[in-house]
C-alpha cells in the first residue's frame, strides 16, 4: 500500500500528483490510501469538490473533528468488501459504540455547515502569518490552509509562553518552530489577541 496524506503540513497536495500516483500503483499492484485528515482544508483552498481529490484513491479516512468541528469522529471510505472488512477487523480490536447517533448527527451538521467557512480559517491563518510576520525576531512560513508555522528564537519560548498564557491563548510551546492552528473557535479578536501576544513576548 501507498499512504498518502493530504494536506500534508498545511499544504494540499498538487492537483496531478495523486493521478500519477495511482498510475504508479497500478503498475505495481499497490492499493493507495487517502489520510484525509485536513481532506476539506485541501478542497476550498484548492477550489475543486473533494470528489476529484479522492477519485484516485481506492480508500479515504477523514477526519470530521478537526477543521470541520465535530466533537469527535473519522470515517472510512472504500469499496463495500473494504468496509466489510474494516468493520470486522473494528469489532475484533474492542471498537463500537452502541450510542453512536447524537455523534453521528454533529458529525453530519459539520458536513452539511462547516465545510465552506473553512475560507474563513484559511483568511485568519494568513491575517495571523501577516502580523507575525511583521515582528523582528519570527520566521514564518506562508500558510496555505489553517496552519501557521512559525520559528521563535530559543531564548524567547518561555516567556512566549508565559505571555501566550497570560493572554489566554492555548499553545503548546515546546521548541522554536511552532505550528499555529486557526479553527472553528477562532475569531478576528483572537488573531488581533494572538499577534499582540508574540509581539509583547518578543519586544
Same mark, same amino acid.
Given at each position: 500500500?501507498?499512504?498518502?496524506? #493530504?494536506?500534508?503540513?498545511?499544504?494540499? !497536495?498538487? !492537483?496531478?500528483? +495523486?493521478?500519477? +500516483?495511482?498510475?504508479?500503483?497500478?503498475?505495481?499492484?499497490?492499493?493507495? =490510501? &487517502?489520510?484525509?485528515?485536513?481532506?476539506?482544508? /485541501?478542497?476550498?483552498? $484548492?477550489?475543486?469538490?473533494?470528489?476529484?481529490?479522492?477519485?484516485?484513491?481506492?480508500?479515504?479516512?477523514?477526519?470530521?473533528?478537526?477543521?470541520?468541528?465535530?466533537?469527535?469522529?473519522?470515517?472510512?471510505?472504500?469499496?463495500?468488501? !473494504?468496509? /466489510?472488512?474494516?468493520?470486522? @477487523?473494528?469489532?475484533?480490536?474492542?471498537?463500537?459504540?452502541? $450510542?453512536?447517533?447524537?455523534? +453521528?448527527?454533529?458529525? &453530519?451538521?459539520?458536513?452539511?455547515? =462547516?465545510?465552506?467557512?473553512? /475560507?474563513?480559517?484559511?483568511?485568519? %491563518?494568513?491575517?495571523?502569518?501577516?502580523?507575525?510576520? %511583521?515582528?523582528?525576531?519570527?520566521?514564518?512560513?506562508?500558510?496555505?490552509? #489553517?496552519?501557521?508555522?512559525?520559528?521563535?528564537?530559543?531564548?524567547?519560548?518561555?516567556?512566549?509562553? /508565559?505571555?501566550?498564557?497570560? =493572554?489566554?491563548? @492555548? +499553545?503548546?510551546?515546546?521548541?522554536?518552530?511552532?505550528?499555529?492552528?486557526? =479553527?472553528?473557535?477562532?475569531?478576528?479578536?483572537?488573531?488581533?489577541?494572538?499577534?499582540?501576544?508574540?509581539?509583547? %513576548?518578543?519586544?
Amino acid at each position: 500500500m501507498l499512504c498518502l496524506e #493530504n494536506t500534508w503540513h498545511g499544504r494540499p !497536495l498538487p !492537483l496531478a500528483y +495523486a493521478p500519477d +500516483a495511482r498510475a504508479l500503483c497500478d503498475e505495481h499492484g499497490l492499493a493507495l =490510501h &487517502l489520510d484525509g485528515a485536513r481532506l476539506f482544508n /485541501a478542497a476550498v483552498a $484548492q477550489g475543486v469538490p473533494v470528489a476529484t481529490l479522492v477519485a484516485p484513491f481506492h480508500s479515504v479516512s477523514v477526519c470530521l473533528s478537526k477543521g470541520l468541528g465535530a466533537p469527535v469522529g473519522s470515517v472510512l471510505l472504500g469499496s463495500a468488501e !473494504l468496509i /466489510a472488512r474494516g468493520k470486522r @477487523l473494528k469489532k475484533l480490536l474492542g471498537g463500537g459504540w452502541r $450510542q453512536a447517533g447524537m455523534l +453521528a448527527a454533529a458529525a &453530519l451538521h459539520a458536513l452539511d455547515h =462547516h465545510v465552506e467557512r473553512l /475560507a474563513d480559517d484559511h483568511r485568519r %491563518a494568513r491575517e495571523l502569518a501577516a502580523g507575525l510576520s %511583521a515582528i523582528p525576531g519570527l520566521t514564518v512560513e506562508t500558510p496555505r490552509t #489553517n496552519l501557521v508555522f512559525v520559528t521563535v528564537p530559543e531564548a524567547a519560548l518561555p516567556r512566549l509562553r /508565559a505571555t501566550l498564557h497570560e =493572554h489566554g491563548l @492555548l +499553545a503548546s510551546v515546546g521548541g522554536p518552530r511552532l505550528r499555529l492552528a486557526t =479553527h472553528l473557535n477562532i475569531d478576528d479578536a483572537a488573531i488581533a489577541r494572538g499577534i499582540a501576544a508574540f509581539a509583547e %513576548a518578543l519586544r
